[in-house]
């Protein structure tokens, strides 16, 4: 299992400095996997991400693994969206790239299944995911339905552990795990007031106010967040992330870390999770408590 530096919106919006900062102490910790998205931070972020790693992919590429994604809105778009990628980028190919909200009619489409392969086939990507939070659409992709689909970016935590059976259906066909919002966006650890408070950033109100997907979190979350306070204080902070480090199909973790202390935090909790004993305790519990409803599978 690897954690994935997560470069969001927020990351976007950082300087150059301080962008680089945070790249560079993510690489000198062992962090060399870096996820972005196309059109993130109104298209700033992934050129930001770019500039951070100019040197080390100039250097030596094989060193570094460059995930992105784009709404698979026709085949030419996927293909503009991944050949400028690797423009911006510097490079000649991309480790990874997500399908952002798929759906089984795009996947069927044969202009968009005939542009995965021929983007395979000439090397400009090496693996191609889903990212789905769509309970049906990751069944039917883990029993490898779909011959160019190679791995599944979707939403797994204590919340949402309907998707197990499919993550382990999925491994042993092969497909690549990538475990995503496995901190329910931070609300498993905090509140989004402890957030505001902590990075003086406007970014967790607004995404709580506007994002559906968000506030679909809050209620189930401040739930798990009381029980764990209660009966688990002082390991409180490693639980939600040790859940994910202690399934073991699971290949990627994909997590926004905006500060040195997140880095080094999240980077010890993925080789030093709590003892399985304990957050399986836990899994039970919430199994019971705070799972999101079927039909919240957005």
């Known amino acids: ?53 100019e040197t080390k992919i100039s250097n030596s590429r094989e060193e570094v693994s460059i995930s992105t994604k784009c709404s698979p809105v026709s085949d030419e778009y996927i293909d503009y969206c ?9 490079c000649s190919y991309l480790d990874n790239f997500h399908l952002w909200g798929a759906s089984i009619e795009i996947l069927e489409n044969k202009k ?59 491994k042993r066909n092969n497909l690549k795990i990538f475990a995503g919002t496995t901190l329910c966006q931070g609300f498993l650890l905090s509140s989004i007031l402890k957030m505001f408070l902590r990075t003086k950033s406007p970014f967790y109100l607004a995404r709580a106010i506007l994002n559906k997907d968000t506030r679909r979190y809050l209620d189930k979350a401040k739930k798990f967040r009381k029980y764990i306070n209660l009966n688990f204080p002082e390991i409180k902070m490693e639980i939600p992330l040790s859940f994910i480090a202690n399934e073991k199909a699971i290949d990627f973790v994909p997590i926004g870390m905006m500060s040195k202390k997140s880095l080094d935090k999240n980077k010890y909790i993925i080789q030093n999770p709590i003892n399985k004993e ?7 519990w919430a199994l019971k408590n705070c799972q999101l409803d079927i039909y919240d599978d957005f």
């Open 1 to 53: 299992m690897e954690l994935e530096f997560g470069t969001n919106s927020r990351f976007g919006r950082f300087s150059l400095k301080k962008a680089k900062f945070l790249v560079n102490h993510a690489m000198s910790i062992g962090i060399k996997r870096f996820d972005t998205g196309f059109t993130y931070g109104n298209f700033k972020t992934q050129p930001l991400l770019a500039k951070c790693l």
């Open 82 to 90: 991944v050949k400028k990628s690797i423009e911006t980028f510097n």
């Open 112 to 170: 968009i299944v005939s542009k995965l392969k021929l983007l395979k086939e000439a090397g400009l990507v090496k693996l191609v995911s889903v990212n789905t939070h769509q309970l049906s659409l990751i069944k039917n992709i883990s029993s490898r339905n779909f011959e160019e689909i190679d791995g599944l970016l979707i939403d797994y935590n204590f919340l949402r552990q309907n998707r197990i059976k499919y993550i382990r259906e999925s």
């Open 278 to 284: 304990i957050t399986d305790l836990i899994s039970k």
